[in-house]
């Protein structure tokens, strides 16, 4: 059965950086997309970055320059640096997979359970 595992979420003071990483098993190919979202609490899910198989890397407007996503195909796993963390950085964050490359959470079939991510000021 395919499953998204996540791991890396932590409480950090601002200013400080995080790894996020999201193991992909089960799926017959690497993904062909593997996207980062989060969600806020009382807001809707919104996307930050999508990477394709071949390595091609979409990322939202207001990331800033402060993530990086890539990925690992050969372990299936893509991964979320942040860097810089910022108190409006705390959600819940979670990895997708999709058949298109995009950032809209309703082209996502599968997704991560979510790893809580909370900076402090």
């Known amino acids: 059965q395919a499953q998204l595992v996540q791991s890396g979420g932590d409480s950090v003071q601002a200013g400080g950086s995080l790894r996020l990483s999201c193991a992909a098993s089960?799926?017959?190919?690497?993904?062909?997309?593997m996207a980062w979202f989060r969600q806020k609490a009382g807001k809707e899910r919104e996307g930050i970055a999508a990477v394709v198989s071949y390595g091609a890397t979409y990322y939202a407007d207001f990331m800033k320059g402060r993530f990086t996503a890539s990925r690992d195909n050969a372990k299936s796993t893509l991964y979320l640096q942040m860097n810089s963390l910022q108190p409006d950085d705390t959600a819940m964050y979670y990895c997708?997979?999709?058949?298109?490359?995009?950032?809209?959470?309703?082209?996502?079939?599968?997704w991560g359970q979510g790893t809580q991510v909370t900076v402090s000021s």
């Open positions: 997708a997979v999709s058949r298109v490359f995009s950032l809209r959470p309703q082209d996502f079939d599968d």
């Open positions: 089960g799926y017959n190919n690497s993904p062909y997309c």
